[in-house]
């Protein structure tokens, strides 16, 4: 993690874990690629069989709803 680009757990970075309803295979990769495309977003993990999620993320270049508005587009409905 550096300094140069705002990542680092000093840096304000953000951590949400929560399970999410509707993934299938497909839709689990579409959502963690799209994520990652996304300013600010540095890690996703995805269990697509039980909706268990992992994002970390920097909520000054991106916002919550940028990264929920992923998961309505993709179908699936997270449960934070």
């Not at 509707?22 to 799209?34: F, I, L, P, R």
């Amino acid at each position: 993690m550096c300094a140069e680009c705002g990542c680092g757990a000093n840096n304000g970075n953000t951590r949400l874990q929560f399970n999410a309803k509707g993934y299938t295979e497909d839709s689990a990769k579409a959502v963690e690629k799209s994520l990652l495309g996304l300013p600010g977003v540095l890690y996703v993990h995805i269990h697509a069989h039980d909706g268990e999620t992992t994002i970390d993320y920097n909520p000054s270049k991106t916002k919550l709803m940028e990264i929920l508005n992923i998961f309505s587009q993709n179908e699936v409905e997270a449960a934070l």
